[in-house]
């Protein structure tokens, strides 16, 4: 059964390093999604990716943020200078299309991003 | 904030059906009901969507009221390994998570 794979699953980093979390999602969806979830807090969604551009995103995603499809697998996360507050579980989703529209999403296992 | 209401917490006991209600009242007419569950700190697992139609899968059943403003997870035999948060999500795109239940099976 085809699945959502991330990569790393555990990321260590100091305040102010770049990080960038991969995902590959499901080979012929369309529309890709990250989340996050603060340990003990509600799964948070951060932005979508549609035809090569964003298609929506959260008050979470500012400029610190930006996603890119690099190639026809991979879809990237990258967080320019992290913070404290961005220690968090990263999830990465993808879904297919039906009638025009995105449908279930399945998640991949998550990045851990330990901040320090 | 999600736009949909769960009880906090359930319990059921091992091999009867676990029925997991959730109103969802000011849900659009493009959106779908989606269940997920998430098992400790793992991705969201999907379960089941509908529109309006009830629906019924391996993992589960799924019945809307003809309103749409509620709907009703039913797992028929819940097993220990369906301890989890389950979330009721009513979407078009992105999902919206809110606290979910956390379902208890119990031996």
């Known amino acids: 059964e085809p699945e959502v794979t991330q990569t790393p699953s555990h990321q260590v980093t100091q305040m102010g390093q770049e990080v960038i979390l991969r995902c590959v999602p499901i080979s012929n969806h369309l529309y890709f999604y990250w989340y996050r979830q603060i340990l003990g807090q509600k799964v948070e969604f951060l932005v979508s990716?549609?035809?090569?551009?964003?298609?929506?995103k959260s008050e979470i995603f500012d400029d610190q943020f930006s996603v890119e499809r690099p190639d026809g697998s991979n879809f990237t996360l990258k967080i320019r200078s992290t913070k404290l507050e961005d220690s968090a579980m990263y999830f990465c989703?993808?879904?297919?299309?039906?009638?025009?529209?995105?449908?279930?999403?399945?998640f991949g296992p998550g990045t851990r991003l330990t901040v320090l | 904030d999600a736009k949909t209401t769960q009880p906090p917490s359930m319990d059921c006991a091992e091999g009867r059906a676990a029925n997991l209600p959730c109103n969802h009242s000011?849900?659009?007419?493009?959106?779908?009901v989606y269940w997920y569950r998430q098992i400790h700190s793992q991705g969201p697992q999907y379960i089941i969507h509908?529109?309006?139609n009830n629906e019924t899968n391996e993992m589960a059943s799924l019945i809307i009221t003809e309103d749409r403003k509620s709907s009703t997870l039913i797992l028929p035999h819940a097993t220990l390994r369906d301890t989890a948060v389950y979330y009721c999500?009513?979407?078009?795109?992105?999902?919206?998570f809110g606290q979910g239940t956390i379902l208890t099976v119990h031996p």
């Open positions: 999500i009513s979407s078009y795109g992105k999902l919206t």
């Open positions: 509908g529109l309006k």
């Open positions: 000011t849900i659009s007419g493009n959106e779908y």
């Open positions: 990716f549609y035809n090569n551009e964003i298609s929506e």
């Open positions: 989703a993808s879904s297919d299309i039906l009638a025009g529209g995105p449908i279930e999403q399945f």
